[in-house]
């Protein structure tokens, strides 16, 4: 079981590190520029994103998508999520219903009882 | 018992000021409690935004009515298509949705607008902001929590307002016009810290945004968005502000991935005269000459951006150099 975990983080690892992407030969690029950027560590970046899509993947997204979502966020952003994937909002609207229910559900429980 | 008759009586007298005074004193800490539960709803009042009108709707935004849970895609699409994407909710619900979560998160919201060659821009949390982007023609996508006795995160998407009513336009959910107060609007926004963002064209540079927060988004989507959207989006950054370095490094490296080495050339040579100091303007400029056949004034430009030793891109530079030489070898000892 471990051992598939492992491998599955290792494989995931280098999908990204082979995808990594630097401007054409020879170019530095624009990313350096931009003055808000810190230096960065390359390889951390790699586990963030890795970690991040796992962590997708646990959550029920398809392992592939998982990837190409992570790979649509900035260095900042796929930090950000790794930390708090579980935590942070997700839009959804749905809670209503079960909101109404639990009050139903209430309302019929005092009204009945004796 | 005369003595708390008495008393009473005294208490009766006195209590039409008395009852005055606890309405006064009630009133005040009642519209005190108010100017805390939507402070800023409180503040357009005497601080409406310079310039926006007071009524104002975005027509043509277009209406996906959501499935179950599905907020995120019917309002990352509705934002999309009215930028010119033709997209409905159904391909984003495999790039937002997380069946855990059953919902969708900030963080992807904005990722997946980029593959689209949009750029996702999160607006300051300020009700000013928000009006802003609607007066400017932007429809602003906002995450709220309408919760009635739980926490119950939405999207939705603001496309009008009327404050002579006091009323904030949206589509949200099943409903393609929902009207909801200044102030409801702000109770349920505020718990999102006011969370808001505009997906834009690359050439549209939304009205709130600012040139490092405004960079930062255009570099976001450079990672993933279809190259012409990345070069039109760093062109225009560039029309704007003209000393940004990303900007011009950006799209001449975009320029250059397309062969269009001269244009590259030109928007490197014109950013080094507002940057004479830059290693990266150096090395790439450098770089593009070397590629054009100019081998001369590329080492020219390399040794100088060499000599340089506390330059944190010494081994790019060094690695330039090297192709330059190399080259120039190869070209003197290669048949004439």
């Given at each position: ?52 899509a796992?962590?997708l993947q646990?959550?029920g997204v398809d392992p592939l998508q998982a990837r190409d979502r ?45 | ?93 495999g790039q937002?949705y997380?069946p ?237």
């Amino acid at each position: 079981m471990n051992l598939k975990k492992m491998t599955c983080r290792a494989l995931i690892v280098s999908m990204f590190a082979l995808s990594f992407q630097t401007a054409s030969a020879g170019l530095i690029g624009a990313q350096q520029a931009a003055p808000a950027q810190a230096d960065r560590a390359a390889v951390l970046e790699v586990l963030a994103r890795a970690d991040t899509a796992s962590q997708l993947q646990a959550m029920g997204v398809d392992p592939l998508q998982a990837r190409d979502r992570v790979a649509a966020m900035s260095d900042h952003e796929v930090a950000q999520l790794a930390a708090d994937i579980r935590q942070a909002p997700a839009g959804a609207d749905g809670g209503t219903v079960l909101a109404v229910v639990v009050i139903a559900a209430a309302i019929w429980y005092f009204a009945y009882r004796r | 018992m005369t003595g708390m008759i008495a008393t009473g009586a005294r208490l009766v007298r006195a209590s039409p000021f008395a009852a005055l005074r606890a309405f006064v004193a009630a009133l005040a800490v009642l519209l005190a409690g108010c100017a805390q539960m939507v402070p800023q709803t409180v503040a357009l009042r005497t601080g409406w935004p310079a310039g926006v009108p007071q009524s104002t709707t975005i027509q043509d935004v277009p209406f996906f009515p959501q499935d179950e849970y599905q907020c995120g895609p019917a309002a990352l699409a509705t934002v999309l298509a009215f930028s010119g994407v033709p997209v409905t909710p159904e391909p984003l619900v495999g790039q937002v949705y997380i069946p855990e979560r059953r919902g969708s998160l900030q963080l992807e919201m904005l990722a997946a607008a980029r593959r689209y060659g949009r750029v996702s821009y999160v607006l300051a949390p300020r009700y000013g902001d928000l009006l802003r982007e609607v007066a400017a023609g932007n429809p602003v996508l906002v995450l709220q929590d309408v919760g009635a006795l739980t926490t119950q995160w939405h999207y939705a998407v603001v496309n009008g307002f009327d404050y002579p009513s006091g009323t904030v336009y949206l589509r949200s959910g099943t409903e393609a016009r929902r009207e909801m107060p200044f102030t409801a609007f702000e109770r349920s926004w505020m718990r999102s810290g006011y969370w808001a963002m505009v997906a834009t064209p690359p050439d549209r540079i939304p009205a709130t945004a600012t040139e490092d927060a405004w960079m930062n988004a255009v570099l976001a989507m450079a990672r993933v968005a279809p190259a012409e959207a990345v070069t039109t989006a760093f062109e225009t950054a560039r029309q704007r502000w003209p000393d940004n370095l990303a900007a011009a490094v950006g799209l001449a490296n975009q320029l250059h991935a397309r062969g269009a080495l001269a244009q590259a050339a030109e928007v490197l040579g014109e950013a080094r005269q507002r940057h004479p100091g830059s290693a990266i303007l150096a090395n790439n400029l450098a770089q593009v000459l070397s590629d054009l056949g100019r081998q001369g004034e590329a080492l020219a430009l390399i040794e100088e951006a060499a000599a340089d030793p506390g330059n944190p891109f010494a081994s790019e530079i060094r690695a330039t150099r090297e192709t330059i030489l190399g080259r120039m070898k190869q070209r003197g000892s290669g048949p004439q």
